[in-house]
């Protein structure tokens, strides 16, 4: 790789990239300086600012990180709505905290959505998010037990330690590239209690392939396979500026082992796209809201257009969001969130604290 190229790196995941944690006064000063522009309250379940603070997970046989965002005004004797938001690939929570719950509460105190609970936890592998590390997709794996931690122990204790609204209408699943993929995920599972799901550039079908076995090339209904061989750990799933590639063992190498007999049958069964059919996935059962781009650096726009076919073909409604000119970076997630926030509050409204 050129000079040039290594230099780039930092660029290509600029909008990934989380802030450092650190147990100390500077952390605490982070911290301080975030809150201090919120009308709102972070409650720090964390290491990262005076101290660890961090939740014991069983599932994941450690200490893990978690936030959790509660309205300006709070009245812990109101019912609130409540948000579970999963961060992006090579992010940890931190995420939430710099870029996404100053954009809820500015939501909130104009009036665009109810005042609400939001939970950010940790679903890095290592628990910091990193450039070079893989995801967790929030699913249960050979990584660790993702998704009991998520939809088990961060949902129980956010739900018997605040006051969260009981009706699964009330309830969203939401994120952000790996993240709101694995919103959609756990969402078509767990929508005895979950009602709304959107996602900001989620994969949505991780076997997407066209007709010739090739993964980046545009979708197209009539030249359409799907794939079976996870053996090739090079091959490119990314491309950045053109040189710059992400090849798929760094994707999702932690979670699915490539020599794994049963590999096929795992990533099936967590598989948005198939997973609205093997799960019988109904309309009305979901409100479903997707939002990305068509210049995506990931070819995610292939995937996405390729569940909204199927999604469709089943009867299935889902709001769409596509902006020709979007990437897969912190400016498309941002210009798509006024429209997810117009599409979120009317049916978060009936549920607002008080009625």
Not at 323 to 335: F, L, V
Request: glycine share 8%; with cysteine; charged share 20%.
């Amino acid at each position: 790789m050129t000079i040039a190229r290594w230099l780039a790196v930092p660029l290509l995941l600029c909008f990934l990239l989380p802030r450092p944690a650190a147990a100390s006064w500077w952390g605490a000063h982070k911290l301080h300086r975030v809150t201090s522009q919120l009308q709102g309250t972070i409650v720090d379940y964390t290491h990262n600012h005076d101290g660890d603070h961090r939740l014991w997970s069983n599932a994941l046989c450690q200490k893990r990180d978690l936030y959790v965002y509660l309205p300006p005004c709070f009245d812990p004797n109101q019912q609130y709505p409540f948000m579970l938001w999963l961060h992006g690939f090579a992010q940890d929570e931190q995420s939430f905290l710099y870029d996404v719950a100053p954009q809820l509460e500015k939501a909130i105190l104009c009036g665009a959505l109810p005042p609400m609970i939001v939970a950010a936890p940790d679903g890095s592998l290592s628990g910091e998010g990193h450039y070079t590390s893989a995801g967790s997709f929030f699913v249960n794996s050979d990584a660790g037990r993702f998704e009991d931690y998520t939809m088990g122990e961060v949902w129980n204790f956010v739900v018997q330690n605040f006051p969260v609204r009981t009706e699964r209408e009330a309830h969203v699943l939401a994120g952000v590239s790996m993240g709101g993929g694995a919103a959609y995920n756990l969402a078509i599972k767990y929508r005895d209690r979950i009602g709304t799901v959107f996602g900001i550039f989620p994969p949505l079908n991780t076997r997407w392939l066209d007709c010739h076995g090739r993964y980046m090339s545009n979708f197209d209904p009539e030249c359409w396979g799907w794939r079976t061989d996870f053996s090739r750990r090079f091959e490119v799933v990314g491309r950045f500026y053109g040189v710059i590639t992400i090849r798929v063992h760094r994707v999702i190498g932690a979670v699915y082992d490539r020599k794994d007999p049963d590999i096929l049958a795992k990533v099936i069964r967590e598989n948005p796209a198939e997973m609205i059919t093997n799960l019988d996935l109904k309309d009305g059962e979901l409100a479903m809201y997707v939002g990305y781009g068509g210049r995506d650096q990931f070819n995610l726009d292939a995937q996405i257009q390729s569940f909204l076919y199927l999604a469709r073909c089943r009867g299935l409604t889902i709001t769409e969001d596509f902006d020709p000119r979007g990437k897969h970076d912190k400016a498309t997630a941002m210009k798509l969130m006024p429209n997810i926030i117009a599409w979120l509050g009317p049916r978060l409204a009936p549920y607002a604290p008080g009625r």
